[in-house]
């Protein structure tokens, strides 16, 4: 069974800087492009940003929403994907989750993820 688990998540003022985490698990992990989504209370879960399997060259893409300020990033020995939040604004302040499908692009369409995890939690305060 697929296995995602965040961690990282936190309050942290306008400005300032968090990095998550997401350990994965049970399936190929470098054939498998990742993605970060976030969900703000009321609205609708948005796509943050993608990275495709390392043999498709590990691009990523960004929502121009944050394009500039996150990065995400990928440790194929220690199955980690990570997210650099860097000029957080209180925009950002959501449950962020990541989540897997098996290898071709990166992408930040929704559907096309078959895998999610429980999310963690960020807080940013102005």
């Known amino acids: 069974e697929v296995q995602l688990v965040e961690s990282g998540g936190g309050s942290v003022q306008t400005g300032g800087s968090l990095r998550l985490s997401c350990t994965a698990s049970?399936?190929?992990?470098?054939?498998?492009?990742m993605g970060w989504y976030r969900q703000a209370p009321g609205k609708e879960r948005e796509g943050v940003a993608s990275i495709s399997a390392v043999r498709e060259g590990a691009n990523e893409i960004y929502a121009d929403s944050v394009k500039g300020r996150f990065t995400i990033s990928r440790d194929g020995a220690k199955r980690m994907l990570y997210l650099q939040m860097d000029s957080v604004k209180p925009e950002d302040t959501a449950m962020y989750y990541c989540?897997?499908?098996?290898?071709?692009?990166?992408?930040?369409?929704?559907?096309?993820?078959?895998?999610w995890g429980q999310g963690t939690q960020v807080t940013v305060s102005s």
């Open positions: 049970e399936f190929s992990f470098d054939d498998s492009d």
């Open positions: 989540a897997t499908k098996f290898g071709g692009r990166a992408t930040l369409r929704e559907s096309e993820y078959d895998n």
